[in-house]
């Protein structure tokens, strides 16, 4: 377990802070104020109403600068408590799913190209031409279809599928309909985080883009030949159709739906079970069924 001065010596490397306190003992764990106690890490994110004060000799409180009166003990002052907090978490407390790295019931076909330091969990499938970047992990029963480009850092979660065939038909005379192969594959820059149960469908001719730094939840859809932009957020249940376009730090809310080809700017922030049938430009917030604008954004 780190000492709370491992702790402010590794926030200090991210970000300025101010640290006081007596900061010599053990952190064991990483909880909420609300179970504060010694040997614990917690932060406060906003100025509290009233008198409250949080006062534990032993226990680590990270807070913003306006709230910093109301820790009386040991604290780490910064701008951004709640990412330092994240990070804490990520390096000491996080989840270990115990996935270390190739599993052996993995199924990866010849031709498959795997970075360093990857983690691959149980039944997993990776078809051929498939690449996976330096130090991604792909939680249990991931499907990688071929051609599909993983970049390092990502995690991907359970039971996604990446890289299947997208939805193209044909309709033909009689009652008969033909299948249109999509061999384009899909790109995922670096630090994606995809959720459990995902879709993202290869695209036509060119891949399907997810670029870097993009976080998506738990069942999302992604068709064909969609697009999204570096840093964006995609939450639960997310329906983006064939061609759609979600520009740079975009928030897509959850059970939103964007219809086939159309595009979202940079910027823009699109409410629960909104769906979007036409266009839009960049910084604004869309609701509605049709989605319409209520304001900028920013």
Same mark, same amino acid.
């Given at each position: ?109 010849? &031709? %498959? *190209? !795997? #970075?360093?330091? =990857?983690? /691959? @969990?149980?039944?997993?499938? +990776?078809? $051929? ?55 384009? &594959? %899909? *790109? !995922? #820059?670096?630090? =994606?985080? /995809? @959720?459990?149960?995902?879709? +993202?469908? $290869? ?96």
């Amino acid at each position: 377990m780190p000492s709370a001065r491992e702790i402010a010596d590794f926030v200090a490397r991210y970000e300025p802070c101010e640290v006081s306190g007596d900061l010599d003992f053990e952190v064991e764990r990483a909880v909420g104020l609300s179970a504060l106690e010694a040997n614990t890490v917690s932060f406060l994110k906003r100025r509290p109403s009233g008198d409250d004060r949080f006062e534990t000799p032993d226990a680590l409180i990270l807070t913003k600068p306006e709230a910093a009166e109301h820790v009386i003990g040991p604290r780490i002052v910064t701008d951004n408590p709640r990412l330092a907090f994240a990070r804490i978490v990520a390096n000491w407390f996080a989840v270990d799913w115990g996935i270390a790295g190739i599993h052996p019931t993995a199924q990866i076909a010849a &031709g %498959v *190209r !795997i #970075g360093e330091d =990857v983690r /691959i @969990g149980a039944n997993c499938v +990776i078809a $051929a031409t498939a690449v996976i970047g330096d130090r991604t992990v792909l939680h249990h029963g991931v499907i990688v279809g071929p051609g599909v480009e993983i970049g390092g850092d990502c995690i991907i979660r359970s039971n996604c599928v990446i890289g299947e065939e997208g939805f193209g038909v044909e309709e033909l005379p009689n009652d008969r309909t033909f299948r249109i192969p999509h061999i384009g &594959g %899909v *790109r !995922i #820059g670096n630090h =994606v985080n /995809i @959720g459990n149960l995902n879709s +993202i469908s $290869a695209g036509t001719l060119g891949p399907t883009i997810i670029e870097d730094h993009v976080q998506i939840d738990n069942l999302v859809n992604i068709a064909h030949n969609a697009f999204v932009g570096a840093g964006s957020l995609i939450m639960p249940c997310v329906m983006m159709a064939g061609s759609a376009r979600v520009g740079r730090r975009s928030y897509i809310g959850c059970n939103a739906s964007i219809t086939n080809g159309v595009s979202l700017g940079d910027d823009c922030q699109v409410g629960l079970g909104a769906v979007v049938i036409r266009n839009f430009g960049d910084n604004l917030v869309l609701a509605g069924n049709p989605a319409r604008i209520l304001r900028n954004r920013r």
